[in-house]
């Protein structure tokens, strides 16, 4: 593995993985891969908080720095809840779910399956009735990685992995579906033609 693909994913690593692009970034790897380049400070990371700061600093080499205000502060994790009740079952928030943690069905209720959630916080805007909200997810107020595991984060970027594939699977099959219908009405126009 070369050398800065190594940083990269050992950056990566240091990430929470909560995938909620507070960094600046579209998602974790984005921020590694910027880090490994020199063109992102190794202070962009709420949900990492002070701890994870120190870990960039290790593996980049850079001083250790206080979190960068402009995205956020370290603040106690948080989950979302749906009050399903309010629910319109629009299905937007399933889009907005970098984790694939929230289920359901258009037009049928929504709800958000806890011990999955990272608390990215990327649902909320995404709602038009305003039925998300955020909870405590850990009982003891802890921040960055108190609050969250290693395991946690391997398992939140396995889950945003899959997605992303799935995402890619399915948008190449739109366009193969898209080119084929294309594909069929060209060659029946063509033939209609006297």
């Known amino acids: 593995m070369p050398v800065l693909e190594s940083l990269i994913q050992a950056l990566d690593d240091a990430l929470p993985q909560t995938q909620c692009t507070r960094c600046g970034y579209p998602d974790c790897r984005g921020y590694a891969q910027a880090m490994a380049a020199g063109e992102a400070d190794i202070n962009q990371c709420p949900p990492g908080g002070a701890e994870g700061?120190?870990?960039?600093?290790?593996?980049?080499?850079?001083?250790?720095?206080?979190?960068?205000?402009?995205?956020?502060?370290?603040?106690?994790?948080?989950?979302?809840?749906?009050?399903?009740?309010?629910?319109?079952?629009?299905?937007?928030?399933?889009?907005?779910?970098?984790?694939?943690?929230?289920?359901?069905?258009?037009?049928?209720?929504?709800?958000?399956?806890?011990a999955l959630c990272t608390g990215c916080e990327l649902c909320l805007p995404a709602c038009p009735v305003d039925c998300i909200s955020l909870v405590a997810a850990s009982a003891d107020n802890a921040t960055g990685w108190a609050a969250w595991s290693p395991t946690q984060a391997r398992e939140a970027r396995g889950r945003y992995t899959a997605r992303q594939q799935r995402r890619q699977t399915d948008a190449a099959e739109e366009s193969a579906r898209l080119a084929a219908a294309t594909h069929t009405r060209i060659a029946g126009a063509t033939a209609a033609v006297p």
């Open 53 to 114: 700061i120190a870990r960039l600093a290790a593996l980049t080499g850079r001083a250790v720095l206080p979190l960068a205000m402009v995205h956020g502060v370290e603040a106690p994790r948080q989950r979302a809840v749906i009050d399903e009740a309010a629910c319109i079952g629009c299905a937007l928030c399933l889009k907005a779910c970098p984790v694939d943690c929230i289920v359901g069905a258009p037009k049928r209720m929504h709800t958000v399956i806890a």
